[in-house]
């Protein structure tokens, strides 16, 4: 019997040295030997077996990401527009029994435990990082066809003279073959793809949370139809005093970061 155990592949070290250092801006993918005979040991009295799972992090490829979209954010190339995009998926109409009760003195805010679910939708969201507006839709799916009419709203709001930057995540819909095709067909428009496990690079991430918590998460819905609506006056209602996130971090500290990370978890200083 084979456990997987996809914590135990932490990757970074320099190009064949088994050691966390990072002066020549290489990360290579190794397993932390430490990590792994650990996790052999707990596991080893129950028959279990450790399993290194690839792909944790991408080795070079996890550096050239992060400085490409970085570069995006703190020096965005001329005439042209850094769209960030993503989809929030499995949007709930949930009808409560009562409405949210709001705070008051000696009393915290309330809700119901109970509710109905009347169906899902998918939020499909391009925020502009220049000057903080979002393009949405609503789709009853989450598949290609979905995100290629997404694209093709982009296109349609998006001056002809500009290029256009899209940021987005690894998920399988965003690298269809049709998808692919249809960017081919459009040079003017560029795909940055997050590196995996960070989804935190992407700033529409950050909005969803915003709508997340200021309207669905709050809201009682009668219908599909209800909740996309009260989308759509949120979205409307933040387009007319729209406020751009601040990127400040830069590539070398991020990349820092996850090497003042791998010592740690590593146990070595090097």
Known sequence: MTTRVPG??????????ATTSYPKNKIKVVLFESIHESANQLIAGDGLQLETVPGALEGDALIEKVRDIVG?????PDHALVLCVDEKSQCQALERTQPVLPMGLGYVEGITHDYVRHGTTTLFAALDVANGTVLTQCKPKHRHQEFLAFLRHIE???????DVHLICDNYGTHKHARVKTWLA????????????YSSWLNQVERWFALITTQAIRRGSFDSVADLKRKIDEFVKHYNQHPKPFMWTATAESILAKIERLCKVINGTRH
């Open 8 to 17: 135990a592949t932490v990757r970074a070290a320099m190009p064949d040295q």
């Open 185 to 196: 067909r459009r040079p003017r428009f560029h795909l940055h793809f997050t590196p995996t």
């Open 156 to 162: 349609a709001n998006v001056p002809e003279h500009l």
């Open 72 to 76: 995006l954010y703190l020096n965005p």
